[in-house]
């Protein structure tokens, strides 16, 4: 295990709501990633959070924010859902020192289905 | 701007076979570049990694990849595979943010 955890693991929305979800990095890392995995397909970057501050972005709309905490952990909330936003949700923590990102550790996911 | 392109979205072989899952990368600059399994339901495990130290890199569970620059691939080999060893496999390059290949699914047949 990574030590990432992730909650909740099941969340179903309807069109239009909003939606929270958590994670809580490994000890000792500062950088937090949040990825959308559709089914069958591979992990999409949605952004990322280093001290706080979004450090890089993804192609997705501003409907989906982030938060990253003091103690490194993070939300991804999502605003006005859509069917297509039904996917894994996948949060990575890692180290990012001397400028460079090291290995992201990724969390069980959080799988949400928008009916 | 990065990405991966991952040869053969399924892949299968036979128990005690050779794996081979091939990954090619795209990449202006030296990049990093990383393979993870995914067990059904679950998240992303890491394999192993490149870093621009060797160019043979060991992982877990017997896997390893070469990084091959003139070639621009990372392929993922284990020489002999166990039933334990079917998942989906993600090849990923990182340089301002990480990429993910599309995914090879490896089947095990006994």
């Known amino acids: 295990e990574t030590g990432v955890t992730q909650s909740p693991t099941h969340l179903i929305k309807t069109r239009g709501q909003q939606v929270t979800l958590r994670c809580s990095s490994q000890s000792g890392h500062n950088t937090v990633s949040w990825y959308q995995q559709a089914l069958g397909q591979g992990p999409q970057f949605i952004f990322q959070y280093y001290r706080e501050e979004e450090n890089g972005r993804g192609n997705f709309p501003p409907r989906f924010s982030g938060l990253q905490f003091p103690n490194y952990s993070s939300e991804l909330n999502v605003n006005a859902l859509e069917l297509d936003d039904s996917a894994l949700y996948l949060c990575?923590?890692?180290?990012?020192?001397?400028?460079?990102?090291?290995?992201?550790?990724f969390g069980p996911g959080t799988r949400l289905l928008v009916l | 701007a990065q990405s991966v392109t991952q040869l053969g979205s399924h892949v299968s072989v036979s128990e005690g076979a050779l794996v081979l899952l091939r990954c090619n990368y795209s990449s202006s600059v030296p990049p990093y570049l990383f393979w993870y399994v995914q067990y059904p339901n679950q998240g992303l495990q890491l394999l192993l990694k490149?870093?621009?130290?060797?160019?043979l890199v060991k992982g877990i569970n017997g896997f390893e990849a070469e990084f091959k620059k003139s070639e621009t691939s990372f392929h993922l080999t284990k020489p002999s595979a166990h039933m334990s060893d079917a998942a989906e496999y993600f090849c990923?390059?990182?340089?301002?943010?990480?990429?993910f290949g599309a995914g090879t699914r490896l089947t095990v047949k006994p």
């Open positions: 990923a390059v990182s340089v301002l943010d990480m990429r």
């Open positions: 490149y870093t621009s130290a060797a160019t």
């Open positions: 990575a923590s890692s180290l990012t020192a001397g400028g460079r990102e090291e290995t992201q550790y």
